[in-house]
Every structure is written in C-alpha cells, then in structure tokens.
C-alpha cells in the first residue's frame, strides 16, 4: 500500500498532537513507514474505497481497549466487587466514550472517508467512535506494548470514571428504575418504543414512552431503542426524585 509524502506528513503531524510520551512518538517517522501505514489504515473508512479500511484494526482495538480499561480500573479501585467493575468498564469502552475521545484528538480532521458517508451527517459518531477504536488497534499493531496506550487513555478514563461514579444509578437507569417501582409495590415499568426516522445514527430516531400502572411517566430520544428506552427511564427517575410515588 502506498502513502502519498503529504498524507505521511499529516499523519506525522496528528500522532504529535497524542498525548503519548516522545519516545513512541518517534516510531511514526517516514523512515518507519510501516507504522505510518498502520496509522493511515485505521483513519480509512470503507467509503472512500481503499485497498484497506479500518474494520480489522477496529477489532483489534476492541480487544486492545478492553484489556486496559480492566488493568485501569483494577489498579485506581482494586476493592471494587467485579460485578462493578464489569460495569464501569462498560462505560469506558462504550461507542459514546470513544467519540468524546475521538472529538478531543480531532480525528475526523485526519480520516479518508467517501463523498456519501461525509454527507451521511447522522453517522459521523459512529465512525468517529469506530476510527478511534481503529487508531488504538493500529498504535498496538505499531508498538507491540500497552503502556503508552493506557497512559495516553488514562487521563479519559480519570474523568469518565468519576462520572459514572458520581451518578447514584451509575447510569443504569432502567434497572434502577425498575428496583424502585417494585421496592415500593409497584408494577415494573413498561417501554413503549416507535421508530420516527429512519437516518441511521439519528440521536431522535426512536420515541420512548415509560409506563407504570398504565400511566404514562416519561418519555425519551435515542438512535437506537435501547438508548431511547435509557433516556426515557432516566426522565423517570427524575421525576420520582420530585414527586411521591402513588401506589
């Protein structure tokens, strides 16, 4: 696969700007051009029809991401029960996680991707989160070590942590709800999901509706259902943190 000298550049130019120590950043130089290429490879999308795209290092990125995201939350909360840390590290490895992470190194500035799929404005999260995933895979591929990956991330996963932390439901809320309907003798809520829009990724594609007993709670957004359904039971909670629940 050959790499034109200005895409090597930018590609040069995007590694300097991760927060990676100097050391591994001077592996992505012209004169290892192998690395260059695994790079420009995690930054293609399928769209722009390439002789590669992203999808294989995206899945070794997963792999990659996962590994850490257990080491990182093993080490900043080793008393944490593995139940909890199954579900924090849910969070720190999720597709809405790696977009953030994504928009902070500005990856889409540095991603070769087709006419119709730039146009595709529903869609960017999706292949930013993918790409970031991808450029994990590929820093791997590169340096064959973990430790400048999870150093780089750790920084997102201090703040990401906290956060869910923070949240006395730990963002779960559909079970959360659910707990505190029958703790009080109530029925469990019931979802009621309609599809509004067909763009693929819209973040209000699908329409929630949360019932209990029959009477309408909260409603929610999402792109997918299950998002739509988390939104509308985290409304829920809402509301029932104001108002006295009537059996």
Request: aromatic content about 8%; proline content about 2%.
């Amino acid at each position: 696969m050959k790499i034109s000298t200005q895409r090597s550049e930018e590609i040069i130019d995007f590694i300097r700007g991760l927060n990676l120590d100097e050391k591994y950043k001077k592996e992505f130089t012209n004169e290892k051009i192998k690395n260059i290429l695994n790079i420009n490879e995690s930054l293609t999308h399928s769209s722009a029809n390439r002789e590669t795209n992203y999808e294989n290092l995206e899945f070794l990125g997963d792999a990659v991401l996962r590994l850490i995201a257990s080491d990182f939350i093993k080490n900043k909360y080793p008393h944490m029960q593995v139940g909890e840390r199954s579900e924090l590290r849910s969070h720190l490895v999720s597709d809405k996680w790696l977009e953030e992470v994504g928009e902070s190194i500005k990856i889409k500035s540095v991603l070769v991707i087709g006419k119709k799929a730039l146009r595709d404005k529903s869609a960017n999260a999706t292949i930013q989160a993918e790409a970031t995933e991808a450029l994990i895979g590929a820093l791997y591929e590169s340096l064959s070590i973990l430790d400048p990956i999870k150093n780089w991330l750790i920084p997102f996963w201090e703040e990401k942590s906290e956060e869910v932390l923070a949240d006395p439901h730990k963002k779960n809320y559909k079970s959360a709800l659910q707990e505190l309907t029958q703790s009080v003798g109530l029925s469990i809520p019931v979802y009621k999901t309609i599809e509004v829009d067909k763009e693929h990724n819209n973040p209000k594609r699908f329409f929630c509706t949360v019932y209990i007993k029959d009477r309408s709670i909260a409603e929610g957004w999402g792109k997918s259902i299950k998002q739509a359904e988390k939104d509308s039971a985290s409304k829920a909670l809402k509301y029932f943190d104001k108002n006295f629940i009537d059996q």
